[in-house]
């Protein structure tokens, strides 16, 4: 029998006494221990009938018994559906409905809400609380500890992951066994992790970041993982000495330059910093350098592909760059309008190709004819360009695009020159209706306390860097950016709560 997703992260550690997670109290579970844990769990999904290919959706707090729940299904063939702990009862429903799943699994709070949702479906409810009490545990007690693999083959579904839903609604994405493990083994090659490594892990685990690169990397290598329920900055100072790589969204980092406690000396046993989700600023990079001694490695990746980009481990890491494309992932820049490869140096929509596209959209055949070519290539909906040394440049998102009397304005050009003023902490461009050019650029400012920016001094010096169709016509002062769960800025929330500006 074999299943390639179980048998190459999971089932090799089977019976190693290895440490695979290590919990803040130092407490630590075995390879071992949590391969029979998720054993258990398998049992329990398939004695109440869940058979491969099924769905199972799961709303659960970050746990062991949360990730063993992401094994078991491994194990059985099931479709692991990690939904993201903030949606509301209404917004689950969607998920549950649209993905047809015949188990949910919830947190005890919310059991009474979701109990006639899920009936009506005609699927079953098991709870799973933070303290990996529940439903699902009472039952797996009593099982056994080792479960038959189920037979699987690499373009069977492992998984259908929600997208973060940063410019509309969550697309369910459907991935296969051979997405996530060509993926894994490509990342812990390329950023040299091995048994020895030690991953600080404050990330979510019902997002592809925390779920499948910090995870599935972690698991190929064999390595340890310092799992904290959240991003906690007391922990995270705390462990990080204990640690020897660490994955995180811009914010971490951000926050973590915040702290005085955090210095050079706190992070002298790290030997890696890696950060993707959303742009890491080259400012951040560079203070990141000076406090620490460590160039953060900046990677590219997203629901749909897995990473497909990533800063070198030897070499240079570039700061305001992705790197380059994976081995084995081909990336091409491309004109919207003709779908034709444009030349180096030339922004354009970002297109890749390779064994960590996903399959499709699930139930939008039409999204996914939309995007993902006959041939193979996926239209990312990020606008890029590679340049002179083939590094990859993301320069904003196809929706945030400003169209102006006709002219393309990139927002990252100009935020790039108001982050730079002085008093500015952070800044969003986006485009708001105008009557005369359809569209015009508005620059919403965050003021780095207690400094208060001048924003005529900042319309100035946007003045005179940037040509006159990009000057900003108006610039707003805001406490702070509307960010989802992953530290995105939600610019469609932007574009709402500022589209009658010039109305
Ligand atoms: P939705 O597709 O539902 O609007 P989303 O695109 O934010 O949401 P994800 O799949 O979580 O959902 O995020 C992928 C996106 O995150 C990429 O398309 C890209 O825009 C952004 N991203 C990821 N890594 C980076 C990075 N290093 N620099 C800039 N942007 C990044
Ligand atoms: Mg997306």
Redesign the pocket.
């Known amino acids: 029998m074999t299943n390639p997703l179980y048998d190459q992260l999971f089932g090799k550690h089977a019976g190693k006494n290895t440490p695979f997670l290590i919990f803040q109290d130092g407490s630590i579970l075995t390879h071992a221990a949590f391969l029979e844990s998720a054993a258990q769990i398998a049992h329990v999904l398939t004695d109440n009938g869940m058979v491969a290919g099924d769905r199972l959706a799961a709303q659960v707090e970050k746990s062991a018994t949360s990730l063993a729940l992401y094994a078991a299904c491994a194990q059985a063939g099931i479709v692991f559906l990690p939904l993201n702990t903030a949606y509301t009862v209404d917004e689950l429903s969607y998920f549950i409905e649209n993905s047809g799943a015949r188990t949910v699994v919830c947190d005890g709070d919310s059991k009474t809400l979701l109990d006639p949702v899920v009936s009506k479906l005609g699927a079953r409810l098991e709870t799973l609380n933070a303290d990996g009490s529940g439903s699902l545990t009472d039952q797996a007690k009593a099982k056994p500890s080792e479960f038959a693999t189920v037979e699987r083959a690499p373009d069977d579904l492992a998984a259908f992951l929600y997208?973060?839903?940063?410019?509309?609604r969550?697309?369910g994405a459907m991935l296969t066994q051979a997405n996530l493990l060509s993926n894994a083994a490509t990342l812990a090659e390329l950023w040299r992790f091995t048994d020895k490594d030690v991953l600080l892990h404050a990330l979510p685990i019902f997002?592809?970041h925390g779920l499948f690169v910090a995870t599935n990397v972690s698991l190929a290598a064999g390595g340890a993982i310092l799992f904290l329920p959240k991003f906690d900055l007391d922990a995270m100072i705390d462990l990080m000495p204990k640690a020897t790589t660490m994955m995180g969204v811009p914010t971490f980092y951000t926050r973590l330059l915040q702290d005085e406690r955090f210095t050079a000396d706190l992070t002298k046993g790290m030997r890696l910093f890696i950060s993707?989700?959303?742009?890491?600023l080259a400012e951040t990079h560079r203070q990141f350098e000076e406090r620490t001694g460590h160039r953060i490695l900046?990677?590219?990746?997203?629901?749909?592909t897995n990473m497909n980009t990533s800063n070198p481990y030897e070499g240079e890491r570039r700061a305001g760059t992705?790197g380059f494309p994976l081995p084995g992932v081909e990336l091409k820049i491309t004109d919207p309008a003709t779908g034709d490869t444009l030349p180096a140096e030339t922004v354009g929509q970002i297109e890749v190709r390779g064994p960590n596209v996903f399959k499709g959209y699930w139930q939008m055949p039409e999204k996914t004819a939309a995007e993902l070519r006959e041939d193979g290539f996926f239209i990312?909906?990020?606008l890029g360009m590679i340049d002179a040394d083939g590094y990859v440049h993301?320069v904003g998102?196809n929706k945030d695009l400003i169209i102006s009397g006709g002219y393309n304005i990139y927002p990252k050009e100009i935020e790039l020159i108001l982050d730079a003023q002085p008093g500015v902490r952070e800044s969003a461009v986006i485009g708001v209706p105008h009557s005369d050019f359809g569209e015009t650029v508005l620059g919403l400012v965050v003021p780095d306390s207690p400094e208060t920016p001048d924003l005529d001094a900042i319309l100035a010096v946007a003045g005179t860097s940037l040509a006159r169709f990009k000057h900003p016509r108006k610039l707003v002062l805001v406490d702070s950016l509307p960010r989802n769960t992953?530290g995105?800025v939600q610019k469609n929330v932007l574009r709402e709560q500022f589209k009658d500006t010039f109305a």
Not at 298 to 304: A, I, P
């Open positions: 997208t973060s839903g940063t410019t509309g969550s697309k997002h592809t993707g989700s959303a742009p890491l900046e990677r590219y990746g997203m629901t749909e992705v990312t909906g990020d993301i998102r992953m995105k």
